[in-house]
């Protein structure tokens, strides 16, 4: 499946389609697989196409570890049915840091409104892309939480419960 963008009026819509010539060129090496995944989030079918089927992608919330495309593609209509749903990342939103054939690692910032809230949040993601025969192997991305926290919930981050005498960034059980 090829994604590309059409621009219209100013607007970026998603489309895929076999016949169109994909956005970032017929490569799948890991800055194409991410340009193109970008591109589709939040729709979570079209995101988890580009996962191998033992992908994973990871985030320091809401669990941490989505394996597999049928968990990516769940964590993704979340994202833009319940969270955010005008979810987006424009093409002028991603800077790229560092590109090689198998890895890539970049900044995207995501201009949103929560649902829960109506709070808009302008949130800095960086995410790290390992691909492997033309998928995406692994996605770990890092975000600004306390922001998060804070756009979701009606008092911000007051609404989180208090710390207990030992704070885990991760699982405990959690192994890279």
């Known amino acids: 499946m090829s994604v590309h963008l059409d621009v219209i009026e100013g607007d970026a819509s998603r489309e895929s389609s076999k016949s169109r010539v994909p956005l970032f060129g017929d490569r799948t090496d890991a800055k194409t697989l991410l340009l193109d995944l970008l591109a589709v989030i939040p729709d979570g079918e079209k995101s988890a196409a580009f996962f191998a089927e033992d992908g994973v992608l990871e985030l320091p919330f809401l669990p941490t570890r989505h394996r597999g495309q049928a968990a990516i593609k769940e964590f993704y209509n979340y994202v833009g049915g319940t969270l955010y749903p005008d979810f987006r990342i424009k093409l002028e939103d991603i800077k ?11 900044e995207y910032m995501v201009h949103t409104r929560a649902a829960s809230t109506g709070r808009l949040i302008h949130l800095l993601f960086t995410g790290l892309l390992v691909a492997e025969n033309g998928k995406i192997k692994l996605l770990r991305e890092t975000l ?3 922001g998060n926290a804070q756009a979701l919930n ?3 981050a007051a609404d989180l419960p208090p710390p207990e005498g030992e704070i885990f960034s991760v699982p405990p059980d959690y192994a890279s």
């Not at 790229?96 to 970049?106: E, G, Q, S």
Request: cysteine-free; charged content about 20%.
């Open 96 to 106: 790229v840091l560092i590109d090689t054939p198998d890895r890539v690692f970049a």
């Open 154 to 156: 009606p008092n911000g």
């Open 144 to 146: 600004n939480t306390a």
